[in-house]
């Protein structure tokens, strides 16, 4: 069953760092994968995108210059490096793939939508961090 996994969350400082994976179980040519988060009580947010096409990436205005997305093609892994964290990036994490561009993968009316919207989403992973 084609599915997405993600990994690497858990509890950290202020200040402090992780890194998410999400792994894929089939090949992630032509997809587009997408990190989204949501925090109780709040709306579903983008955090950051990236194609598999052309490595192209886009991030989330809260999170620019503090997160990093890459992609391991031979592995079928997506991965965001969580720099410099705040209380407030505290959240559930979800990673989410679809054959469409990097920019509409991240388009405010689908993140509204969620699971619906995207071909693969995964179950998540909880980051809390703590001030």
């Known amino acids: 069953q084609a599915q997405l996994v993600e990994s690497g969350g858990g509890l950290v400082q202020s200040g402090g760092s992780l890194r998410l994976s999400c792994a894929a179980s089939?090949?992630?040519?032509?997809?587009?994968i997408g990190w989204f988060r949501q925090a109780p009580g709040k709306e579903r947010e983008g955090v950051s995108g990236?194609?598999?096409?052309?490595?192209?990436?886009v991030y989330g205005d809260s999170v620019k210059g503090r997160f990093t997305i890459s992609i391991d093609n031979d592995q079928n892994t997506v991965y965001l490096q969580l720099n410099s964290l705040k209380p407030e990036d505290t959240a559930v994490y979800y990673c989410?793939?679809?054959?469409?561009?990097?920019?509409?993968?991240?388009?405010?009316?689908?993140?509204?939508?969620?699971?619906?919207?995207?071909?693969?989403w995964g179950a998540g992973t909880q980051v809390t961090v703590s001030s």
């Open positions: 089939f090949t992630l040519d032509h997809y587009a």
């Open positions: 989410a793939a679809d054959v469409t561009t990097v920019q509409r993968m991240c388009a405010p009316a689908r993140i509204r939508i969620g699971p619906g919207a995207y071909d693969y």
């Open positions: 990236i194609s598999s096409n052309d490595g192209s990436t």
